[in-house]
């Protein structure tokens, strides 16, 4: 997994790429310490790139907004696309991750 | 038998002879003749007596008809609503199940299996949430772990130094002699502390090894734990959500089949009250044909009073109803009348009678007598009255509202 971080008026685009799954977590991880250096209310991660996500992927996300919720700030995910939009859909987590 | 008259008349007036011999045969011809009328009259009163019971019996079989008509159509109708009723009921038991104590609707057993669906689904998330938090908590402890390896290094390493130093103090205190032998033994001491720190170190450092084996142990279930494919997930939650939708479908079809058997059933119903308040044309039918039989009656009366007075002035004897003549008189009648085998005996046996209580007739009988063209309610169409073998007996049983005219 790889991951681009812009800020822009305390709001951060992250554009993924690859699999968000169990292997990727320490990268998510660096990800989520990345954010919290920064000074944000918003972070939009942007899903377009990415083909395939497992629970953890899900798990992680859920933890991703745990740290927001704590932190003060809004997540928000956008353009999931095929398998990640139904698993999304599936879980309900589109309503919860939407900022 | 008037040309036998017209003969005699002629042959009375050709012999004779004197004016009071032609106004005797005139008489007699006058007498015969008002004779003959008075025959008539009376063939005529019987023949008004025939149809008047003709009339009655028509009024009868309207009558019992209507009535078992009147009692079918409120048994159809009866049917109707039972039937009616019964569908209702089975629509309404295909949508519901019995849970002994209870009782769920079609809604209630999709919402409660979609409930259940989404609840597994929260569990697996909330498992893989705990499990990735385990997951960086055991990195944490990772790292904690590293720096203790750290500092057993850091141990090893001072006694190094340690044990390296209490070699120079040996090899100084061998040098001193014997004012160093004391310094000497110390130097042993430490090296020999030295040593067992070393081993402690050893120790230290294998147990930290079995507890990293530990956390990568933990580490990896987490990860059989927490990566599940859910596609298998997926898919069973579409089809699901399609069985669903397609039992809701079904069920609404029900619905929308039984509401138009619910209308059709009230159309029917109205259609046959309607039937039934048709069947009071009985009522003006009665009407009708009484008037009929009290014209006749009043014709009837018109000419006995003629005859009386006539019986009265020529002092002719009253006429005898089993009499050849009268007989003859009703061949007549037959001949004219364009009636069957059957109805000739009947009406013969009527009209040579001088009470009709032996005669009956069923609507069995009527329908079965292939000869009669009965038209008992007004105008028929003219192709079936034509078609001669189109029987009574299907206009009865197949009685359509096109051939009641009597309005």
Request: charged share 25%; with cysteine.
């Amino acid at each position: 997994m790889e991951y681009q971080i812009t800020t822009k008026d305390n709001v951060a685009s992250i554009v993924f790429s690859g699999d968000i799954t169990f292997s990727e977590n320490v990268s998510f991880r660096q990800l989520l310490k990345d954010i919290a250096e920064q000074p944000v209310n918003r972070c939009e991660f942007d899903l377009s790139g990415v083909d395939m996500v497992d629970s953890a992927g899900l798990g992680m996300f859920l933890i991703a907004r745990e740290q927001a919720d704590t932190a003060g700030w809004k997540l928000a995910v956008t353009g999931a696309q095929g398998h990640v939009a139904s698993m999304l859909k599936l879980t309900k987590l589109a309503d919860l991750l939407d900022g | 038998m008037d040309g036998d008259y017209d003969m005699a008349l002629g042959d009375n007036i050709e012999t004779a002879g004197s004016a009071s011999e032609l106004e005797r045969s005139r008489e007699s011809v006058l007498a015969g003749s008002l004779g003959r009328w008075l025959e008539m009259h009376h063939v005529m009163g019987r023949g008004y007596k025939t149809l008047d019971h003709e009339i009655d019996l028509v009024a009868g079989l309207v009558s019992t008809s209507t009535d078992d008509l009147s009692a079918l159509f409120h048994n159809l109708i009866k049917n109707a609503k039972e039937q009616s009723t019964g569908m209702d009921e089975i629509v309404k038991a295909a949508s519901l199940v019995n849970l002994g104590n209870e009782t769920l609707t079609l809604p209630e057993i999709i919402g409660y299996l979609e409930e259940v669906f989404n609840e597994g689904i929260m569990n697996v998330l909330q498992l893989a949430q705990t499990a990735m938090s385990l997951v960086y908590s055991l990195d944490d402890v990772v790292i904690d772990v590293k720096k203790v390896v750290q500092q057993i290094g850091q141990i090893e390493q001072i006694n190094k130094q340690t044990n390296l130093l209490a070699l120079n103090a040996k090899i100084e205190a061998t040098r001193a002699g014997d004012a160093g032998r004391g310094f000497g033994v110390v130097a042993d001491e430490v090296r020999q502390l030295s040593q067992n720190i070393n081993s402690v170190a050893s120790t230290l450092r294998g147990h930290v090894d079995a507890v990293h084996n530990g956390i990568d142990q933990g580490h990896q279930q987490l990860q059989s734990i927490a990566s599940l494919d859910m596609s298998g997930n997926l898919k069973a939650k579409d089809r699901i959500e399609n069985m669903m939708q397609a039992m809701v479908l079904q069920n609404a079809e029900f619905q929308e089949k039984l509401a138009a058997s619910a209308e059709r059933s009230n159309e029917l119903e109205s259609d046959m009250s309607s039937v039934v308040m048709r069947f009071q044309f009985q009522d003006k039918a009665q009407q009708q044909l009484d008037g009929i039989r009290m014209t006749m009656t009043v014709l009837q009366d018109l000419g006995t009073d003629l005859a009386t007075e006539t019986y009265n002035e020529t002092g002719i004897p009253p006429i005898e109803d089993d009499s050849d003549i009268i007989e003859a008189w009703v061949d007549k009648v037959i001949e004219r009348c364009s009636l069957g085998e059957m109805r000739q005996r009947f009406v013969r046996g009527m009209l040579l009678k001088a009470d009709h209580t032996d005669v009956t007739v069923s609507t069995k009988i009527m329908a079965a007598d292939e000869d009669e063209d009965i038209e008992l309610f007004g105008a028929v169409e003219a192709s079936a009255a034509s078609d001669k073998t189109e029987s009574s007996k299907s206009k009865l049983d197949g009685f359509e509202d096109d051939d009641i005219e009597l309005f």
